[in-house]
Protein backbone atom coordinates (compact mmCIF):
# COMPACT_ATOMS: atom_id res chain seq x y z
CA UNK A 1 0.00 0.00 0.00
CA UNK A 2 1.34 3.45 -1.31
CA UNK A 3 0.73 6.52 1.42
CA UNK A 4 -0.39 9.91 0.60
CA UNK A 5 2.93 10.73 1.74
CA UNK A 6 4.65 8.52 -0.69
CA UNK A 7 2.89 9.23 -3.84
CA UNK A 8 3.41 13.25 -3.64
CA UNK A 9 7.37 13.49 -3.63
CA UNK A 10 8.81 16.59 -3.56
CA UNK A 11 9.02 18.25 -6.73
CA UNK A 12 12.45 20.37 -6.28
CA UNK A 13 14.40 18.10 -4.15
CA UNK A 14 15.15 16.12 -7.58
CA UNK A 15 16.61 18.93 -9.65
CA UNK A 16 20.06 18.87 -10.76
CA UNK A 17 22.60 20.20 -7.84
CA UNK A 18 25.39 21.23 -10.70
CA UNK A 19 27.11 24.59 -10.80
CA UNK A 20 25.41 27.29 -12.94
CA UNK A 21 28.46 27.31 -15.22
CA UNK A 22 28.28 23.43 -15.56
CA UNK A 23 24.43 23.53 -16.70
CA UNK A 24 25.30 26.33 -18.96
CA UNK A 25 27.76 24.52 -20.83
CA UNK A 26 25.80 22.10 -21.30
CA UNK A 27 22.34 23.52 -23.01
CA UNK A 28 22.54 23.68 -26.61
CA UNK A 29 20.56 26.57 -26.61
CA UNK A 30 23.82 28.28 -24.82
CA UNK A 31 25.61 27.23 -27.81
CA UNK A 32 23.45 27.81 -30.87
CA UNK A 33 23.11 31.43 -28.91
CA UNK A 34 27.06 31.69 -29.39
CA UNK A 35 27.39 30.45 -32.69
CA UNK A 36 24.49 32.56 -33.47
CA UNK A 37 26.80 36.04 -32.31
CA UNK A 38 30.11 34.37 -33.54
CA UNK A 39 28.13 34.16 -37.50
CA UNK A 40 26.22 37.98 -36.80
CA UNK A 41 30.08 39.04 -36.77
CA UNK A 42 31.23 37.19 -39.31
CA UNK A 43 28.46 38.69 -41.50
CA UNK A 44 29.13 42.55 -40.29
CA UNK A 45 32.49 41.97 -41.08
CA UNK A 46 32.35 40.84 -44.34
CA UNK A 47 30.16 43.22 -44.85
CA UNK A 48 31.97 45.89 -43.53
CA UNK A 49 34.84 45.08 -45.65
CA UNK A 50 32.67 43.96 -48.52
CA UNK A 51 34.01 47.30 -50.74
CA UNK A 52 37.96 46.44 -49.41
CA UNK A 53 38.08 42.61 -50.48
CA UNK A 54 35.39 42.31 -53.77
CA UNK A 55 35.34 45.43 -54.80
CA UNK A 56 31.76 46.24 -54.21
CA UNK A 57 30.52 48.58 -51.73
CA UNK A 58 27.51 46.90 -50.02
CA UNK A 59 24.37 49.37 -48.97
CA UNK A 60 24.85 50.70 -45.39
CA UNK A 61 26.58 48.09 -44.06
CA UNK A 62 29.53 48.95 -45.97
CA UNK A 63 29.45 52.32 -44.09
CA UNK A 64 30.17 50.92 -40.91
CA UNK A 65 33.05 49.96 -39.19
CA UNK A 66 34.09 46.46 -39.28
CA UNK A 67 34.16 44.92 -35.58
CA UNK A 68 37.74 44.02 -35.99
CA UNK A 69 38.34 47.77 -36.03
CA UNK A 70 35.97 48.44 -33.60
CA UNK A 71 37.42 46.02 -30.78
CA UNK A 72 41.18 47.99 -31.92
CA UNK A 73 39.89 50.93 -31.22
CA UNK A 74 38.05 49.89 -28.21
CA UNK A 75 41.22 48.30 -26.73
CA UNK A 76 42.59 51.66 -26.72
CA UNK A 77 40.57 53.40 -24.81
CA UNK A 78 39.87 50.42 -21.79
CA UNK A 79 43.06 52.41 -20.44
CA UNK A 80 41.89 56.12 -20.66
CA UNK A 81 40.00 57.39 -17.16
CA UNK A 82 37.52 59.40 -19.18
CA UNK A 83 36.00 55.56 -20.79
CA UNK A 84 35.13 54.31 -17.21
CA UNK A 85 33.63 57.52 -15.74
CA UNK A 86 31.60 57.83 -18.75
CA UNK A 87 30.67 54.18 -17.40
CA UNK A 88 29.65 55.63 -14.57
CA UNK A 89 27.95 58.46 -15.41
CA UNK A 90 25.78 56.35 -17.95
CA UNK A 91 24.79 54.03 -15.14
CA UNK A 92 24.44 56.49 -12.46
CA UNK A 93 21.82 58.61 -15.36
CA UNK A 94 19.62 55.04 -15.81
CA UNK A 95 19.86 54.21 -12.90
CA UNK A 96 18.14 56.69 -11.52
CA UNK A 97 15.76 56.84 -13.83
CA UNK A 98 14.69 53.14 -13.30
CA UNK A 99 14.57 53.24 -9.36
CA UNK A 100 12.71 56.51 -9.61
CA UNK A 101 10.27 54.39 -12.03
CA UNK A 102 9.99 51.68 -9.92
CA UNK A 103 9.45 53.43 -6.95
CA UNK A 104 6.61 55.71 -8.57
CA UNK A 105 5.37 52.88 -11.24
CA UNK A 106 4.74 49.72 -8.53
CA UNK A 107 2.51 51.72 -6.12
CA UNK A 108 1.10 53.23 -9.06
CA UNK A 109 -0.01 49.64 -10.65
CA UNK A 110 -0.75 48.40 -7.48
CA UNK A 111 -3.69 51.32 -6.90
CA UNK A 112 -4.59 50.62 -10.60
CA UNK A 113 -5.46 47.20 -9.90
CA UNK A 114 -6.96 47.29 -6.83
CA UNK A 115 -8.84 50.43 -6.73
CA UNK A 116 -11.81 50.78 -9.00
CA UNK A 117 -12.33 54.60 -8.44
CA UNK A 118 -8.38 55.03 -9.16
CA UNK A 119 -8.37 53.08 -12.23
CA UNK A 120 -11.15 55.29 -13.49
CA UNK A 121 -9.77 58.25 -12.82
CA UNK A 122 -5.44 57.69 -13.58
CA UNK A 123 -6.07 55.06 -15.86
CA UNK A 124 -7.59 57.19 -18.98
CA UNK A 125 -4.30 59.87 -18.77
CA UNK A 126 -1.69 56.91 -18.51
CA UNK A 127 -3.19 55.38 -21.14
CA UNK A 128 -3.26 58.90 -23.48
CA UNK A 129 0.20 59.11 -22.38
CA UNK A 130 1.49 55.98 -22.71
CA UNK A 131 2.04 55.37 -26.84
CA UNK A 132 3.78 58.45 -26.73
CA UNK A 133 7.88 56.80 -27.27
CA UNK A 134 10.29 58.34 -24.79
CA UNK A 135 12.57 59.78 -27.35
CA UNK A 136 9.38 62.19 -28.36
CA UNK A 137 9.86 63.14 -24.62
CA UNK A 138 13.00 64.61 -25.23
CA UNK A 139 12.42 67.91 -26.12
CA UNK A 140 9.94 68.77 -23.38
CA UNK A 141 11.98 66.62 -21.02
CA UNK A 142 14.57 69.67 -21.92
CA UNK A 143 12.18 72.28 -21.32
CA UNK A 144 11.06 70.75 -17.94
CA UNK A 145 14.38 69.73 -16.18
CA UNK A 146 17.38 72.46 -15.42
CA UNK A 147 20.22 70.06 -16.30
CA UNK A 148 20.98 68.04 -18.79
CA UNK A 149 21.02 65.33 -16.75
CA UNK A 150 17.98 65.14 -15.59
CA UNK A 151 16.41 65.60 -18.80
CA UNK A 152 18.42 61.99 -18.99
CA UNK A 153 17.12 60.27 -16.20
CA UNK A 154 13.88 61.60 -17.01
CA UNK A 155 13.54 59.84 -20.65
CA UNK A 156 14.81 56.38 -18.74
CA UNK A 157 12.35 56.85 -15.94
CA UNK A 158 9.61 57.43 -18.66
CA UNK A 159 11.12 54.26 -20.74
CA UNK A 160 10.81 52.13 -17.65
CA UNK A 161 7.71 53.70 -15.65
CA UNK A 162 5.20 52.69 -18.12
CA UNK A 163 6.52 48.89 -18.38
CA UNK A 164 6.61 48.67 -14.77
CA UNK A 165 3.13 49.90 -14.22
CA UNK A 166 1.69 47.77 -16.72
CA UNK A 167 3.39 44.91 -15.50
CA UNK A 168 2.41 45.08 -11.89
CA UNK A 169 -1.18 46.33 -13.05
CA UNK A 170 -1.47 42.77 -15.10
CA UNK A 171 0.08 40.61 -12.59
CA UNK A 172 -2.25 42.10 -9.58
CA UNK A 173 -4.96 41.84 -11.79
CA UNK A 174 -4.58 38.49 -12.62
CA UNK A 175 -4.95 37.70 -8.78
CA UNK A 176 -7.20 34.75 -8.75
CA UNK A 177 -10.43 35.49 -6.73
CA UNK A 178 -10.47 32.51 -4.62
CA UNK A 179 -7.30 33.82 -3.11
CA UNK A 180 -8.59 37.64 -2.23
CA UNK A 181 -11.84 35.58 -0.56
CA UNK A 182 -9.84 32.87 1.50
CA UNK A 183 -8.06 35.63 2.88
CA UNK A 184 -11.14 37.64 3.14
CA UNK A 185 -12.58 35.23 5.15
CA UNK A 186 -9.31 35.16 7.29
CA UNK A 187 -10.55 38.47 8.86
CA UNK A 188 -8.77 40.89 5.95
CA UNK A 189 -10.98 43.44 5.48
CA UNK A 190 -11.67 45.47 1.85
CA UNK A 191 -9.36 47.91 3.34
CA UNK A 192 -6.83 45.09 3.49
CA UNK A 193 -6.60 43.60 0.04
CA UNK A 194 -6.41 47.82 -0.69
CA UNK A 195 -10.05 48.08 -2.36
CA UNK A 196 -12.79 50.66 -1.95
CA UNK A 197 -12.10 52.89 1.22
CA UNK A 198 -12.98 50.53 4.13
CA UNK A 199 -16.57 50.92 6.26
CA UNK A 200 -16.56 53.12 9.05
CA UNK A 201 -17.23 50.49 11.73
CA UNK A 202 -13.90 48.48 9.87
CA UNK A 203 -12.27 52.04 10.17
CA UNK A 204 -12.86 51.82 14.17
CA UNK A 205 -12.10 48.69 14.54
CA UNK A 206 -8.42 48.60 13.61
CA UNK A 207 -5.81 49.05 15.88
CA UNK A 208 -1.67 49.76 16.81
CA UNK A 209 -0.87 46.25 15.28
CA UNK A 210 -2.80 47.02 12.17
CA UNK A 211 0.23 47.91 9.87
CA UNK A 212 1.58 44.38 9.77
CA UNK A 213 -1.78 43.14 8.01
CA UNK A 214 -0.99 45.92 5.96
CA UNK A 215 2.84 44.12 5.25
CA UNK A 216 1.07 40.96 5.00
CA UNK A 217 -1.29 42.15 2.41
CA UNK A 218 1.77 43.48 0.72
CA UNK A 219 3.44 40.74 0.33
CA UNK A 220 0.49 38.79 -0.88
CA UNK A 221 -0.02 41.00 -3.88
CA UNK A 222 3.80 41.62 -4.34
CA UNK A 223 4.20 37.66 -4.38
CA UNK A 224 1.20 37.05 -6.74
CA UNK A 225 2.99 39.41 -8.87
CA UNK A 226 6.36 38.03 -8.70
CA UNK A 227 4.91 34.45 -9.58
CA UNK A 228 2.36 35.88 -12.07
CA UNK A 229 5.08 37.73 -14.12
CA UNK A 230 7.36 34.46 -13.44
CA UNK A 231 10.49 35.92 -11.80
CA UNK A 232 12.01 32.89 -12.13
CA UNK A 233 15.89 33.53 -11.24
CA UNK A 234 15.10 35.18 -7.76
CA UNK A 235 12.11 33.09 -6.88
CA UNK A 236 13.58 29.93 -7.98
CA UNK A 237 16.52 30.31 -5.48
CA UNK A 238 14.11 31.96 -2.46
CA UNK A 239 10.74 30.70 -2.54
CA UNK A 240 11.99 26.80 -4.28
CA UNK A 241 9.02 27.14 -6.63
CA UNK A 242 9.72 23.72 -8.63
CA UNK A 243 10.97 24.69 -12.20
CA UNK A 244 8.55 23.06 -14.36
CA UNK A 245 5.77 25.14 -13.07
CA UNK A 246 7.40 28.03 -14.62
CA UNK A 247 6.42 29.83 -17.80
CA UNK A 248 9.89 29.71 -20.03
CA UNK A 249 9.28 33.97 -20.35
CA UNK A 250 11.33 35.74 -18.05
CA UNK A 251 11.18 39.51 -17.22
CA UNK A 252 13.80 41.36 -15.69
CA UNK A 253 11.53 43.88 -15.29
CA UNK A 254 9.81 41.95 -12.96
CA UNK A 255 13.13 41.45 -10.94
CA UNK A 256 13.68 43.75 -9.08
CA UNK A 257 10.01 43.38 -7.91
CA UNK A 258 10.28 40.21 -6.95
CA UNK A 259 13.67 41.44 -4.91
CA UNK A 260 11.22 43.77 -2.90
CA UNK A 261 9.17 40.83 -2.20
CA UNK A 262 12.51 38.65 -0.57
CA UNK A 263 13.02 41.46 1.61
CA UNK A 264 10.43 41.44 2.89
CA UNK A 265 9.69 38.16 3.59
CA UNK A 266 13.36 37.78 4.49
CA UNK A 267 12.95 40.65 7.35
CA UNK A 268 9.94 38.84 8.05
CA UNK A 269 11.40 35.14 8.64
CA UNK A 270 13.94 37.26 10.56
CA UNK A 271 11.48 38.72 12.71
CA UNK A 272 9.52 35.68 13.23
CA UNK A 273 12.60 33.93 14.10
CA UNK A 274 14.00 36.02 17.02
CA UNK A 275 9.82 36.25 18.61
CA UNK B 1 -5.21 2.79 2.18
CA UNK B 2 -7.78 3.08 4.88
CA UNK B 3 -5.10 1.03 7.36
CA UNK B 4 -2.73 3.98 6.57
CA UNK B 5 -5.35 6.51 7.25
CA UNK B 6 -6.43 5.33 10.37
CA UNK B 7 -2.83 4.74 11.34
CA UNK B 8 -1.01 7.98 10.86
CA UNK B 9 -3.94 10.91 10.53
CA UNK B 10 -5.25 10.30 14.04
CA UNK B 11 -8.13 12.94 14.00
CA UNK B 12 -7.71 16.38 15.55
CA UNK B 13 -9.59 16.96 18.98
CA UNK B 14 -10.22 19.73 17.33
CA UNK B 15 -12.37 21.52 19.74
CA UNK B 16 -9.72 21.96 22.34
CA UNK B 17 -7.18 23.00 19.64
CA UNK B 18 -9.75 25.34 17.57
CA UNK B 19 -10.54 27.00 20.95
CA UNK B 20 -13.87 27.01 22.56
CA UNK B 21 -15.33 29.79 21.02
CA UNK B 22 -15.89 28.10 17.79
CA UNK B 23 -18.98 25.71 16.86
CA UNK B 24 -22.07 25.74 17.62
CA UNK B 25 -23.81 28.15 15.31
CA UNK B 26 -26.60 28.22 13.57
CA UNK B 27 -27.66 30.10 10.13
CA UNK B 28 -31.00 31.35 9.11
CA UNK B 29 -31.54 31.65 5.14
CA UNK B 30 -35.15 33.66 4.99
CA UNK B 31 -36.09 34.00 1.58
CA UNK B 32 -33.34 34.76 -0.54
CA UNK B 33 -33.11 35.99 -4.01
CA UNK B 34 -29.64 36.11 -5.95
CA UNK B 35 -29.54 37.46 -9.92
CA UNK B 36 -26.75 38.13 -12.20
CA UNK B 37 -26.86 40.08 -15.02
CA UNK B 38 -28.27 43.53 -16.25
CA UNK B 39 -31.75 44.46 -15.87
CA UNK B 40 -32.93 43.69 -19.04
CA UNK B 41 -31.43 40.01 -19.24
CA UNK B 42 -30.97 39.08 -15.65
CA UNK B 43 -30.72 35.32 -14.73
CA UNK B 44 -32.71 34.07 -11.41
CA UNK B 45 -29.67 31.82 -10.05
CA UNK B 46 -31.31 31.67 -6.37
CA UNK B 47 -35.37 31.94 -5.65
CA UNK B 48 -37.02 32.51 -1.94
CA UNK B 49 -34.75 30.06 -0.66
CA UNK B 50 -35.11 29.23 2.82
CA UNK B 51 -33.68 27.11 4.97
CA UNK B 52 -31.85 26.21 8.64
CA UNK B 53 -28.56 25.19 9.12
CA UNK B 54 -28.46 23.77 12.63
CA UNK B 55 -25.75 24.07 14.78
CA UNK B 56 -23.78 21.40 15.54
CA UNK B 57 -25.09 19.72 12.21
CA UNK B 58 -23.46 18.56 9.18
CA UNK B 59 -25.84 19.75 6.66
CA UNK B 60 -25.05 19.02 3.34
CA UNK B 61 -26.27 20.71 0.01
CA UNK B 62 -26.60 18.75 -3.18
CA UNK B 63 -28.17 19.90 -6.17
CA UNK B 64 -28.01 19.47 -10.07
CA UNK B 65 -24.76 20.88 -11.89
CA UNK B 66 -25.26 24.90 -12.48
CA UNK B 67 -28.06 25.03 -9.91
CA UNK B 68 -26.53 27.89 -7.52
CA UNK B 69 -24.63 26.01 -4.60
CA UNK B 70 -21.52 27.83 -4.95
CA UNK B 71 -24.05 31.40 -5.51
CA UNK B 72 -25.40 30.24 -2.03
CA UNK B 73 -21.85 29.73 -0.55
CA UNK B 74 -20.55 32.90 -1.77
CA UNK B 75 -24.16 34.54 0.08
CA UNK B 76 -23.85 32.26 3.51
CA UNK B 77 -19.65 33.47 3.32
CA UNK B 78 -20.46 37.17 2.61
CA UNK B 79 -18.43 37.61 -0.86
CA UNK B 80 -21.79 38.76 -2.05
CA UNK B 81 -24.82 39.75 -0.88
CA UNK B 82 -28.47 38.27 -1.82
CA UNK B 83 -30.61 40.91 -3.94
CA UNK B 84 -33.76 40.19 -1.14
CA UNK B 85 -34.02 38.07 1.76
CA UNK B 86 -31.16 37.74 4.48
CA UNK B 87 -29.01 35.34 5.79
CA UNK B 88 -28.15 35.07 9.75
CA UNK B 89 -25.15 33.79 11.88
CA UNK B 90 -26.68 33.48 15.79
CA UNK B 91 -29.38 35.95 14.73
CA UNK B 92 -26.37 39.06 13.53
CA UNK B 93 -27.15 39.97 9.92
CA UNK B 94 -24.39 38.61 7.32
CA UNK B 95 -23.35 41.68 5.46
CA UNK B 96 -19.81 40.76 4.28
CA UNK B 97 -16.83 38.08 4.75
CA UNK B 98 -15.85 37.29 8.13
CA UNK B 99 -13.66 34.84 10.12
CA UNK B 100 -16.66 33.33 11.23
CA UNK B 101 -17.26 31.85 7.98
CA UNK B 102 -14.55 29.94 6.84
CA UNK B 103 -14.89 28.66 3.58
CA UNK B 104 -13.25 25.60 1.89
CA UNK B 105 -12.96 26.14 -1.89
CA UNK B 106 -13.49 23.44 -4.95
CA UNK B 107 -9.52 23.76 -5.40
CA UNK B 108 -7.34 25.01 -3.18
CA UNK B 109 -6.89 28.48 -2.27
CA UNK B 110 -3.51 27.75 -0.26
CA UNK B 111 -1.51 30.96 -1.63
CA UNK B 112 1.44 29.23 -3.49
CA UNK B 113 3.98 31.36 -2.56
CA UNK B 114 4.18 30.43 0.67
CA UNK B 115 4.75 27.27 2.57
CA UNK B 116 2.31 24.87 4.32
CA UNK B 117 3.33 26.51 7.59
CA UNK B 118 3.01 29.89 6.25
CA UNK B 119 -0.85 29.51 4.73
CA UNK B 120 -1.64 27.81 7.94
CA UNK B 121 -0.35 30.96 10.39
CA UNK B 122 -1.61 33.78 7.41
CA UNK B 123 -5.39 34.24 9.39
CA UNK B 124 -3.76 34.64 12.83
CA UNK B 125 -0.95 36.71 11.57
CA UNK B 126 -3.02 39.06 9.72
CA UNK B 127 -5.64 39.48 12.94
CA UNK B 128 -2.39 39.48 15.45
CA UNK B 129 -4.49 37.36 17.66
CA UNK B 130 -2.38 34.79 18.22
CA UNK B 131 1.89 35.30 18.16
CA UNK B 132 4.81 33.88 18.91
CA UNK B 133 5.31 30.26 20.27
CA UNK B 134 1.54 30.04 20.85
CA UNK B 135 0.44 30.33 17.57
CA UNK B 136 3.81 28.17 16.12
CA UNK B 137 2.11 25.66 18.85
CA UNK B 138 -0.98 25.45 17.41
CA UNK B 139 -0.01 25.56 13.84
CA UNK B 140 2.31 22.84 14.23
CA UNK B 141 -0.47 20.65 16.78
CA UNK B 142 -2.73 21.64 13.80
CA UNK B 143 -0.40 20.04 10.83
CA UNK B 144 0.51 17.24 12.97
CA UNK B 145 -3.43 16.15 13.55
CA UNK B 146 -4.10 16.62 9.91
CA UNK B 147 -0.54 14.34 8.94
CA UNK B 148 1.62 17.48 7.20
CA UNK B 149 4.02 17.68 10.25
CA UNK B 150 6.53 16.85 7.76
CA UNK B 151 5.62 19.11 5.54
CA UNK B 152 5.37 22.54 7.13
CA UNK B 153 8.02 23.44 4.77
CA UNK B 154 6.47 22.68 1.37
CA UNK B 155 4.75 24.76 -0.88
CA UNK B 156 1.58 23.75 -2.16
CA UNK B 157 2.94 22.86 -5.18
CA UNK B 158 4.83 20.67 -3.55
CA UNK B 159 1.76 18.40 -2.02
CA UNK B 160 -0.28 16.00 -3.30
CA UNK B 161 -4.15 17.05 -3.64
CA UNK B 162 -5.03 14.95 -0.28
CA UNK B 163 -2.27 16.86 1.24
CA UNK B 164 -3.16 20.53 -0.19
CA UNK B 165 -6.92 19.53 1.20
CA UNK B 166 -5.69 18.78 4.27
CA UNK B 167 -3.66 21.79 4.52
CA UNK B 168 -6.57 23.82 3.59
CA UNK B 169 -8.96 22.07 6.81
CA UNK B 170 -5.98 23.24 9.20
CA UNK B 171 -5.72 26.62 7.80
CA UNK B 172 -9.82 26.89 8.73
CA UNK B 173 -9.24 25.64 11.45
CA UNK B 174 -7.42 27.72 13.35
CA UNK B 175 -9.09 30.47 12.67
CA UNK B 176 -11.91 29.42 15.12
CA UNK B 177 -14.36 29.21 12.67
CA UNK B 178 -18.22 29.22 13.75
CA UNK B 179 -19.26 27.24 11.08
CA UNK B 180 -17.03 25.77 8.35
CA UNK B 181 -18.37 26.34 4.60
CA UNK B 182 -16.74 23.49 2.53
CA UNK B 183 -17.70 23.86 -1.38
CA UNK B 184 -17.16 20.70 -3.00
CA UNK B 185 -13.50 20.57 -1.41
CA UNK B 186 -12.35 17.34 -2.73
CA UNK B 187 -13.15 17.67 -6.00
CA UNK B 188 -10.70 17.28 -8.66
CA UNK B 189 -9.07 14.14 -5.93
CA UNK B 190 -9.24 10.99 -7.58
CA UNK B 191 -11.21 8.20 -6.27
CA UNK B 192 -9.42 6.86 -3.83
CA UNK B 193 -7.85 9.99 -2.37
CA UNK B 194 -11.52 11.54 -2.19
CA UNK B 195 -13.04 8.46 0.12
CA UNK B 196 -10.02 8.69 2.34
CA UNK B 197 -10.50 12.68 2.78
CA UNK B 198 -14.22 12.31 3.54
CA UNK B 199 -13.53 9.46 5.88
CA UNK B 200 -10.51 12.30 7.26
CA UNK B 201 -13.02 14.66 7.05
CA UNK B 202 -15.73 13.08 8.98
CA UNK B 203 -14.21 11.88 11.86
CA UNK B 204 -12.97 15.44 12.20
CA UNK B 205 -16.49 16.15 12.51
CA UNK B 206 -17.32 13.70 14.95
CA UNK B 207 -14.73 14.53 16.94
CA UNK B 208 -16.08 17.90 17.37
CA UNK B 209 -19.19 18.67 15.88
CA UNK B 210 -18.78 21.72 14.16
CA UNK B 211 -21.73 23.42 12.58
CA UNK B 212 -20.78 22.79 9.25
CA UNK B 213 -22.36 23.29 5.70
CA UNK B 214 -20.65 20.46 2.94
CA UNK B 215 -22.15 21.54 -1.04
CA UNK B 216 -21.48 18.36 -3.47
CA UNK B 217 -22.80 16.79 -6.41
CA UNK B 218 -22.38 14.11 -5.60
CA UNK B 219 -25.47 11.77 -3.82
CA UNK B 220 -23.24 8.75 -2.42
CA UNK B 221 -20.79 11.84 -0.51
CA UNK B 222 -23.64 13.80 0.44
CA UNK B 223 -25.26 10.58 2.72
CA UNK B 224 -22.22 9.37 4.07
CA UNK B 225 -21.61 12.95 5.12
CA UNK B 226 -24.94 13.59 5.71
CA UNK B 227 -26.69 14.86 9.11
CA UNK B 228 -29.28 16.65 6.65
CA UNK B 229 -29.41 16.64 3.41
CA UNK B 230 -30.77 19.17 1.68
CA UNK B 231 -31.63 19.03 -1.76
CA UNK B 232 -32.24 22.11 -4.53
CA UNK B 233 -34.10 22.78 -7.45
CA UNK B 234 -32.82 23.19 -10.69
CA UNK B 235 -31.74 26.98 -11.22
CA UNK B 236 -33.16 28.98 -10.01
CA UNK B 237 -32.31 27.24 -6.92
CA UNK B 238 -35.20 26.62 -4.49
CA UNK B 239 -35.40 24.27 -1.77
CA UNK B 240 -36.91 20.64 -3.10
CA UNK B 241 -36.41 18.92 0.12
CA UNK B 242 -34.25 17.94 3.17
CA UNK B 243 -33.93 14.42 4.09
CA UNK B 244 -32.81 13.51 7.74
CA UNK B 245 -29.99 11.08 7.24
CA UNK B 246 -30.29 9.06 9.98
CA UNK B 247 -27.28 6.56 9.59
CA UNK B 248 -25.11 5.15 12.73
CA UNK B 249 -22.19 7.32 13.92
CA UNK B 250 -18.94 7.08 13.89
CA UNK B 251 -19.68 6.43 10.12
CA UNK B 252 -17.44 4.05 7.90
CA UNK B 253 -17.81 3.77 3.98
CA UNK B 254 -19.17 0.71 4.75
CA UNK B 255 -22.50 2.49 5.86
CA UNK B 256 -23.12 3.12 1.94
CA UNK B 257 -24.37 -0.46 1.29
CA UNK B 258 -26.52 -0.52 4.22
CA UNK B 259 -30.37 -0.50 3.03
CA UNK B 260 -30.93 2.50 4.60
CA UNK B 261 -28.72 4.33 3.21
CA UNK B 262 -29.82 3.02 -0.37
CA UNK B 263 -32.95 3.89 0.50
CA UNK B 264 -31.98 7.52 0.86
CA UNK B 265 -29.86 7.65 -2.04
CA UNK B 266 -32.68 6.73 -4.10
CA UNK B 267 -34.78 9.10 -2.60
CA UNK B 268 -32.38 12.27 -3.15
CA UNK B 269 -31.49 10.32 -6.97
CA UNK B 270 -35.53 10.65 -7.82
CA UNK B 271 -35.38 14.55 -6.86
CA UNK B 272 -32.46 15.53 -8.24
CA UNK B 273 -32.91 13.05 -11.75
CA UNK B 274 -36.42 15.35 -12.11
CA UNK B 275 -34.63 18.39 -11.29
CA UNK B 276 -32.06 17.63 -13.98
CA UNK B 277 -34.54 16.57 -16.70
CA UNK B 278 -36.17 20.30 -16.67
CA UNK B 279 -32.70 21.71 -17.94
CA UNK B 280 -32.48 18.72 -20.93
CA UNK B 281 -36.47 19.24 -21.43
CA UNK B 282 -36.39 20.83 -24.93
CA UNK B 283 -33.44 19.21 -26.39
CA UNK B 284 -35.20 15.61 -24.87
CA UNK B 285 -38.64 16.47 -26.56
CA UNK B 286 -36.83 17.56 -30.05
CA UNK B 287 -38.53 21.15 -29.87
CA UNK B 288 -36.61 23.60 -32.10
CA UNK B 289 -36.58 27.19 -30.57
CA UNK B 290 -39.25 29.13 -32.60
CA UNK B 291 -41.48 26.36 -33.54
CA UNK B 292 -44.37 25.07 -32.38
Not at chain 2, 156 to 162: R, Y
Not at chain 2, 214 to 234: C, G, K, M, P, Q
Not at chain 2, 237 to 253: G, K, M, N
Amino acid sequence: MVSVSEVSRPIGIARSRRSFLRRTLGRQEFWRGCVAIVVFLILWEIGSRSGEWFGYTLPHVGLLPPPSDVAVAWSKVLMKWGYWESWYQSFKRVLTGFIAAQIIGIPFGLMLAVNKYFRDIFFPPFEVLRPIPPLAWVPASLIFWPTNEMSIAFVTFLGAFFTIVINVLGGARTIDVRYLRAVQSMGASQWDLGGRRGRRDDLGRRHAGRWRSRLLHLEFVYGRIAAANRCRHDLDRHCRLPFKHRHPHDRPQCHALAQAVLIRKTGADHAQAAQ
Amino acid sequence: MHRQLNNTDQPASVASLAGSTASQASVEIKGVCKSYGEEWEQQDVIKDLTLDILPGKLTVVVGPSGCGKSTLVNLIAGFERPDRGEILLNGRRVTGPSKDRMVVFQETALIPWQTTYQNVVFGPKLRGDIKGKALYQRAHELLTKVGLQDFMDKYPLQLSGGMQRRAELARALINQPQIMIMDEPFRGLDAMSRGLMQEFFLRLFEENRHTNLYVTSEIEEAIFLADRLVVLSNRPAQLRTVIDIDLPRPRHYQVLSSPEAFEYKRAAMEILHQEAMRSFRPSVTGRLPGRP
